[in-house]
């Protein structure tokens, strides 16, 4: 039986209709956790909803699903007043901030509804302005979470090219992709350096990534999807735990990043200490990432801190 360790706790995961970021929902609702699901589309959400109560036999009044579209900054600027009307969570501190939700090697560049490219735009700026739109609840709670799900493809790329941010010059889904979450490393390492700097005790920022899981992620790229998937991939299950060990384990180190161990961190029980690339720790580059997405999003999140 498991144990219900997470009684009273508040998660508010994206990308929670699908994946890793649904299979999490289960496992924390399974220990008592209340979840709040973050979903572009509202029918899938409500029957992710329905099938999280079923699987992990929880309490249905502590799953709540909330409309969220990353790609269109707008609507992640107004995400505050269809989260606050969700009854008894107005103003109730959030424990956990997971930011899951991704799009993968798109084949062709996509762009987002303010014209970024939709990798970048979703991955990245999006969660970084739905963090700003949330991060006065997560300092709120005693303790809180902010956990980024990255991935092992962030080592494909040294850099991210911000004379062509929006890759409207050249094209490459995967480099775009290792970009994006080369990106979601660089946020999070920034972020806790904010947190330090201003004295925010009582929010962690953290990093998972789920080494390689079979999930619709892949859709997009025929040999992934249909070979390595069913060769190499773990389930989503197993791949969701660096998810939920990321949010929950209470020895989790400031900015640490939490992965698979067996077969070049592609499978295997997590562990913190997950390889991150020598680009992940450059200040610099997390500097200069940070003022862009302020830029773009026109949002000063240090300032909410």
């Not at 991704?102 to 963090?131: D, S």
């Not at 050249?170 to 004295?199: F, V």
């Not at 580059?285 to 830029?295: F, G, I, R, T, V």
Request: some cysteine.
């Amino acid at each position: 039986m498991t144990a219900k360790d997470l009684e009273g706790k508040l998660a508010v995961m994206t990308g929670a209709n699908s994946g890793i970021g649904f299979e999490a929902c289960v496992q924390l609702a399974e220990r008592g956790c209340e979840i709040v699901m973050c979903c572009r589309n509202l029918q899938k959400a409500e029957e992710a909803k329905s099938d999280v109560i079923k699987r992990s036999k929880c309490d249905p009044s502590k799953v709540h699903v909330a409309q969220l579209d990353l790609a269109d900054l707008d609507n992640v600027g107004s995400f505050r007043s269809r989260y606050d009307a969700i009854p008894g969570l107005a103003q109730r501190p959030v424990d956990m901030l997971i930011c899951n939700a991704g799009v993968m090697a798109l084949p062709k560049r996509e762009a987002t509804k303010q014209g970024l490219e939709a990798q970048m735009g979703t991955n990245v700026v999006g969660h970084f302005k739905f963090v700003a739109v949330m991060i006065d609840l997560c300092k709120a709670a005693a303790k809180s979470r902010i956990v980024t799900v990255s991935s092992i493809m962030h080592k494909t790329v040294s850099k991210i090219v911000f004379e062509d941010f929006n890759r409207e010059k050249s094209y490459s889904s995967w480099q775009a992709y290792g970009e994006s979450k080369l990106g979601n490393l660089l946020l999070t390492a920034k972020l806790q350096r904010i947190l330090d700097e201003k004295g925010v005790t009582n929010i962690l920022a953290v990093a998972s990534h789920p080494g390689y899981t079979a999930t619709n992620l892949q859709q997009h790229d025929f040999f992934t999807n249909y070979i390595f998937n069913h060769i190499v991939a773990q389930r989503a299950p197993v791949g969701a735990q660096t998810t939920v060990l990321a949010a929950t384990d209470p020895d989790a180190p400031k900015n640490g990043y939490v992965g698979p161990t067996y077969f070049f961190e592609m499978r295997g029980t997590p562990k913190w200490g997950a390889g991150k690339s020598k680009a992940a720790d450059d200040l610099g580059l997390q500097d200069k990432l940070w003022e862009k997405c302020e830029e773009i999003t026109h949002c000063n999140l240090a300032s909410k801190l």
